[in-house]
């Protein structure tokens, strides 16, 4: 019997359930779990055994990956009266809402409810399957079903609910939201901005904070850990703030259109406006420096920045696209 580990989007990993379930049990932390028992496939009768686990790695752990969780949903007795051998796929799924308050009606989501986590298979009205999370304050939602991918018949962007419950976290393996950690110069929440990550690890968030001087305070952060904890980094000077130790100097343009790095060290930074909108930094975000791009007009935003390898790369704006082979020294416009 296989279990299939599944990022939504990415590859599958087939492993021998029984393995899983081992490493699973003597390795992970449990920081989540719920019965998913609410039976809404119009039968009244559904089986009071579906549940899901989540468990976050613990120290020494290779899977699932820092800043990740592993959902485990296990249970049966899936499909449509009179038969419930159901073989398809239901998406598991969080959301705010509460779960239907009677069993045997055909009660719905539709997808705007709903945050789609990953693809469950049902083989003959069954569902044994790992999928993996990224572990973030706003991901740990109490409510979690199981519902079809296809639209009910007659009700146009509703979904049939299948499952539903709730699921309780505990306080292990918590993540930070690192744009709670600072607030503007105005002493208002900062708000969430564009983020990079690395690998599982390394990761930049940016911040935003009141408008000082008609353009964005922001605030970048780093983080080794996961989310485990972050770092300010470097931020605008824009309204004075308090010089900080370690703490470097960001643009004092617009919005954050773009953010990439090659590595722990060798980032690139694009902003909607006002001047030559490309930066770069050599040591982790502290600082940045302006790139002068032949051909790139002032004040043309910068849309998207990726790289291949630390060689190849490039970045676009709505007039054009630019391209390097030797890690940014020069750039080319794009025939």
């Known amino acids: 019997m296989f279990a299939t580990l599944r990022r939504l989007g990415g590859k599958k990993l087939r492993v021998p359930a029984l393995v899983v379930a081992a490493l699973i049990a003597s390795s992970c932390t449990l920081v989540g779990q719920g019965d998913l028992h609410v039976a809404n496939d119009l039968s009244g009768l559904g089986r009071d055994n579906t549940t899901m686990h989540a468990y976050a790695p613990g120290p020494g752990d290779v899977w699932p990956p820092a800043g990740y969780v592993n959902l485990h949903v296990n249970g049966d007795d899936f499909g449509h009266p009179p038969a419930f051998g159901m073989n398809g796929f239901l998406y598991l799924v969080r959301t705010d809402l509460n779960c239907p308050e009677s069993e045997g009606a055909p009660e719905a989501f539709s997808l705007s409810d709903v945050t789609i986590v990953g693809v469950v298979t049902v083989t003959n009205g069954s569902v044994n399957q790992f999928v993996t999370m990224q572990d973030t304050p706003a991901s740990r939602q109490a409510r979690w079903a199981l519902i079809e991918i296809f639209e009910l018949a ?71 850990n996961g989310g485990a904890s972050w770092t300010l980094i470097s931020r605008t000077t824009l309204g004075s703030p308090p010089a900080e130790a370690g703490v470097g100097a960001l643009p004092n343009g617009n919005g954050v259109s773009a953010l990439s790095f090659v590595d722990a060290n060798n980032g690139w930074l694009g902003l909607s406006s006002p001047g030559q909108n490309l930066f770069r930094s050599t040591d982790g975000g502290h600082n940045w420096t302006q790139v002068p791009v032949a051909g790139l007009a002032p004040g043309v935003p910068v849309l998207s920045i990726t790289f291949s390898d630390g060689m190849r790369g490039s970045f676009s704006t709505g007039t054009g696209t630019w391209t390097t082979s030797n890690g940014g020294t020069t750039w080319v416009a794009a025939p």
């Open 154 to 224: 007659g009700y146009p962007g509703a979904h049939l609910i299948h499952r539903c419950g709730t699921v309780t976290w505990s306080s292990g393996a918590a993540l930070v939201d690192a744009c709670t950690l600072r607030t503007s110069l105005e002493g208002q929440a900062v708000a969430t901005g564009r983020s990079f990550a690395l690998d599982a690890n390394n990761k930049w968030q940016f911040c935003y904070g009141g408008a000082a001087a008609g353009s964005n305070e922001k605030f970048l952060f780093r983080t080794t």
